[in-house]
């Protein structure tokens, strides 16, 4: 565990970039509990220990469990959320993975049959932004407390 640099510092031009896109994913009318499951979900998969221990910690502070925040990694696997939670999951898992599959028509459809056009584009929006942050914390080293 080395931080590499302090990016806030290095270039806050594009730190500042960054909050714009996160004003206005909160600005979108995403529910925040569905914000922080797609974040500590993409976060996984990226590996950012930074982002997990956050997004974990964040889920708590808005009262989600212990239980269901230790058994996203398992999500298909558990009763623990709901359809709509898991179209999100699932929608954060192929955009995560883009690479691999792309997103299938049926992921498509099952997300598309909780939310509208515009909330699909929000949700997108939101996973592109986690995404970015997950790049930016383990290109430049971040762990957790090490702006402590």
């Not at 500042?16 to 998969?45: C, H, P, T, V």
Request: aromatic share 10%; hydrophobic share 40%; with cysteine.
């Amino acid at each position: 565990m080395e931080l590499r640099m302090n990016y806030r510092n290095s270039n806050p031009e594009a730190f500042k970039a960054m909050l714009g896109l996160e004003q206005f994913i909160q600005n979108s009318g995403l529910d925040r509990k569905l914000y922080e499951w797609i974040k500590l979900r993409a976060s996984q998969i990226n590996g950012c220990s930074f982002c997990i221990d956050m997004h974990a910690k964040d889920l708590l502070s808005i009262g989600e469990s212990m239980e269901k925040i230790t058994l996203l990694s398992v999500w298909h696997e558990v009763p623990h959320f709901s359809e709509e939670e898991r179209a999100v999951l699932e929608l954060t898992e192929y955009a995560t993975k883009l690479s691999e599959a792309g997103i299938p028509r049926e992921v498509y459809d099952r997300v598309r049959t909780h939310f509208s056009e515009k909330q699909f584009i929000d949700l997108i929006m939101a996973i592109n932004a986690i995404n970015a942050w997950n790049r930016i914390g383990v290109s430049t080293g971040l762990y957790p407390g090490c702006f402590n």
